[in-house]
C-alpha cells in the first residue's frame, strides 16, 4: 500500500535519560590524616590545577568559547541553561511538587543566543508547559561581560576537599542588578553553527505510525553534509529532500512525505539518538536513534 500524500504518519516515541557532569577533586585527606598534618603545621595552603581545556582562573579566556558547549547555573536559581554550539540555548528546571506528592512536568524553555562585544544577548521563544512564561528566565541581555574568580569549596567523598576554579560569567541586566553564571557540567555537544549542523549528520531511525491503517514502518533520515536528506519509510516512501539549520532550529522540506515541510528544534544526545521538538509548543514530536536494535 502506498501512503498517500496527505496521509499522517506519527513517531513512535521511546524515552531517553542520559546523564553526565563533572567536578574536579584537587586534594583528598581523610580526617585521621588532617588531623595528622595538624599537628605539625599551622596552616595548610590547597591548590587547584586549571583543567585541560583552558577554564582555570588563571589563563587567558575567550568568553565565547568558554560558554558554548556547557550548562549554567543563572544566580543559583532553580533550573540550567545549555548554550550549545550551534546557539541554541536550553532551559530546564524540575516541576513543582504537589501536596500529594506527585512531581508536575518540568519547565521547559528553547531559543537562541549571541555574543556582540561584551554583551550576551539570550532570546527565548518557546516553552513549556502552556503556562510556563519564558519572559521570567535569562531573556535579555546582559553587558559588561566579563570573568570573575570561583575558588568555592566542597566536602567530597573520603573526608575530600573539591575546589572548583571554574570562573563565573558575570554581566549587568539593564537595570543595573547582576547576574552571574556559574559553570555546572560540559555538555557532550557536536554541534555547530553551520548551515547543515554536524549534530545531525548521519543515518537515524524510527518507527512511523500510518494513522490510517494502525501499520507500523521502520524509517530513516540521512542527513548530509551538502543540505540534501533521505528519507526511506519501508515500502512507503523513498525520496531526497533539502534541509537547512540555524540556532538550533531544523527546516526539513520534505518530512516523512516529500510535500510535508517541519520545523523543529533538535538536540543530539551523546550521539545515540537525536529529539525533535515542536518548534510552536517545545514538546517532543519523534527520537530518531543511531542504532536500529534500539527500537
Known amino acids: 500500500m502506498k501512503i498517500k500524500k496527505n496521509k499522517k504518519l506519527r513517531i513512535m516515541k521511546k524515552s531517553t535519560t542520559l546523564r553526565g557532569g563533572w567536578r574536579k577533586r584537587i586534594i583528598g585527606l581523610s580526617t585521621s590524616m588532617a588531623m595528622g598534618i595538624a599537628a605539625l603545621v599551622s596552616t595548610v595552603s590547597l591548590s587547584a590545577c586549571s583543567s585541560s581545556d583552558g577554564e582555570g582562573s588563571g589563563e587567558q579566556i575567550n568568553i565565547e568559547e568558554y560558554l558554548a558547549g556547557k550548562e549554567w547555573a543563572a544566580n543559583s536559581t532553580s533550573g540550567t541553561y545549555s548554550y550549545y554550539k550551534n546557539h541554541m540555548v536550553y532551559y530546564e528546571a524540575d516541576g513543582s511538587v504537589t501536596s500529594g506528592g506527585l512531581a508536575s512536568e518540568p519547565n521547559v524553555g528553547f531559543g537562541y543566543w549571541q555574543i556582540a562585544g561584551d554583551r550576551l544577548n539570550t532570546t527565548f521563544t518557546v516553552g513549556r508547559p502552556s503556562g510556563f512564561d519564558v519572559n521570567t528566565l535569562l531573556n535579555e541581555p546582559l553587558s559588561g561581560l566579563h570573568l570573575e574568580e570561583n575558588n568555592e569549596m566542597s566536602a567530597g567523598k573520603g573526608g575530600s576537599i573539591n575546589i572548583d576554579q571554574r570562573p563565573y560569567i558575570v554581566g549587568k541586566f539593564i537595570n543595573g542588578n547582576t547576574c552571574r553564571l556559574a559553570y555546572v557540567k560540559k555538555m557532550q555537544d557536536i554541534s555547530d553553527d553551520t548551515d547543515h549542523d554536524a549534530a545531525l549528520r548521519g543515518t537515524w531511525y524510527a518507527m512511523v505510525t500510518d494513522f490510517s491503517s494502525g501499520k507500523k514502518y521502520l524509517g530513516s533520515m540521512t542527513f548530509n553534509a551538502d543540505g540534501t ?67
Request: net charge negative.
Open 229 to 295: 536528506m533521505h528519507m526511506v519509510i519501508e515500502s512507503q516512501q523513498d525520496f531526497i529532500a533539502t534541509y537547512a539549520t540555524k540556532n538550533g532550529q531544523v527546516t526539513v522540506n520534505g518530512y516523512l512525505t516529500e510535500d510535508n515541510k517541519a520545523i523543529f528544534y533538535y538536540i543530539n544526545l551523546d550521539g545515540i539518538c537525536i529529539k525533535l521538538y515542536n518548534s510552536e509548543n517545545g514538546y517532543i514530536s519523534s527520537i530518531w536513534y543511531k542504532d536500529q536494535s534500539a527500537l
